[in-house]
C-alpha cells in the first residue's frame, strides 16, 4: 500500500476535478472527507474518462485509528492486496 498526503503530492489549493485526474492517471484511489462536492466530481470524471481506480469517502469524524483499519480492510480484500491479478 503506498499513500501519499495532499502535501506530499504537493495538493495544496488544487482544484477536485484536477485532483482526481491526477489520482487516475497515477492509478491511485482518492481518499477524501469531502463528501460534499467530491462524489459530483467523481461522477464528472467517470462521464469524461470512463474509468478509474476510484474515490473512498471517510468521515472527518471518524477517529484515524478507525480510518486506518478500514481502509486495511478494504485492501486486504482488493486484488492489490491479495496479490491476485484481474483475468
Known sequence: MDFLSANQANLAGVP??????????QDRILVSHDFQTMPHHFGDLLQACGSSPGVLLVPQYMPIGEAIEELLLIWGASDAGSGRTGS
Open 16 to 25: 477536485d476535478p484536477r485532483v482526481l485526474a491526477l489520482a487516475a492517471e
